[in-house]
């Protein structure tokens, strides 16, 4: 799998075939969407609201968006964060990893979540953390069959939503 950060001049949007590819990548994931609420309508997501929703995480500093391909096609993108804005956490955050439906139990979602902590533990961090929601069962399972473990529960940030914190050492 190839990694390319996303990078967008403050006044130029995502151009046309790659916001293509990751509408279509965020509505695979349409059971995620419709437990996360982050979209109004899970079964029909609009490139004008990914293109807010990436603009939104980009703007936060420290922010990265990275697009995982194969063979060309965009499989997964990966949200991450350098510091949480909680200043007694010093650890890094995964804030989100899709990979696209059609592309799911191939390995990229486990080969994506790697490349992330190979980029920490590159930047010398030594550890990584991120948030599940309580009921996304499966992204719980997926998160501690790769060594997360839950340290905590809160709720998160942006809406006050119920969920588990995990963190990984990067040894």
């Known amino acids: 799998m190839e ?54 995480e980009l703007a936060v500093p420290g922010s990265t968006v990275l697009l995982g391909r194969s063979e ?3 499989v997964g993108c990966a949200i991450t964060l350098d510091r949480h804005p909680d200043p007694a956490d010093p650890d890094p955050w995964i804030g989100l990893l899709l990979v696209h439906a059609d592309c799911r139990r191939q390995g990229f979602g486990r080969t994506l979540a790697h490349a992330v902590e190979d980029r920490y533990r590159a930047a010398g961090r030594t550890a990584v953390r991120l948030a599940v929601l309580e009921n996304n069962t499966d992204g719980l399972a997926f998160w501690t069959a790769l060594g997360y473990q839950v340290i905590g529960h809160r709720r998160d940030r942006a809406r006050g939503r119920p969920c588990a914190v995990l963190r990984k050492p990067l040894l």
């Not at 403050?10 to 994931?29: H, I, R, V």
């Open 72 to 74: 060309r096609r965009l």
């Open 3 to 56: 990694l390319e950060p996303l990078s967008l001049a403050p006044d130029a949007g995502l151009p046309d075939g790659l916001l293509g590819e990751l509408t279509a990548l965020y509505a695979s994931n349409r059971d995620f969407h419709a437990i996360s609420g982050d979209f109004p309508d899970p079964d029909a997501i609009t490139s004008e609201q990914v293109a807010a929703a990436l603009a939104d």
